[in-house]
């Protein structure tokens, strides 16, 4: 019933910047915790980063530093900005809370 909408992927050079946004269906304060997951071509769904309605955010060691989730509460949005990228992690990233996920937005790093 809860829809997720990412948007913002698209093409970045290596060491270039993208912000990704998830749009919810409804408030986001109905959701405790809300986070960040990616899949390459070939792999396994990764975990990227969550943040609770605390204000808490946590940040795979792969990322951290370089991306940073944050909640946009007056626009039922989450967004993640991911600084430096690298190749390495060009894939389809996802918006997940409780049992529901987007459909993913596509995040090419090429030069």
């Known amino acids: 019933q809860v829809q997720l909408v990412e948007s913002g992927g698209g093409l970045a050079k290596p060491g270039g910047t993208l912000t990704l946004g998830c749009r919810a269906s409804?408030?986001?304060?109905?959701?405790?915790?809300m986070a960040w997951y990616r899949q390459a071509p070939g792999a396994e769904r990764t975990w990227v980063a969550r943040?609770?309605?605390?204000?808490?955010?946590y940040h795979a060691d792969s990322v951290k530093d370089r991306f940073t989730i944050r909640r946009a509460y007056n626009e039922n949005k989450m967004y993640l900005q991911m600084d430096s990228l690298n190749p390495e992690e060009e894939a389809v990233y996802y918006c997940?809370?409780?049992?529901?996920w987007g459909q993913g937005t596509k995040v090419l790093v090429s030069s």
């Open positions: 997940h809370t409780d049992s529901f």
């Open positions: 409804e408030s986001i304060f109905n959701f405790p915790v």
């Open positions: 943040i609770t309605t605390g204000g808490n955010s």
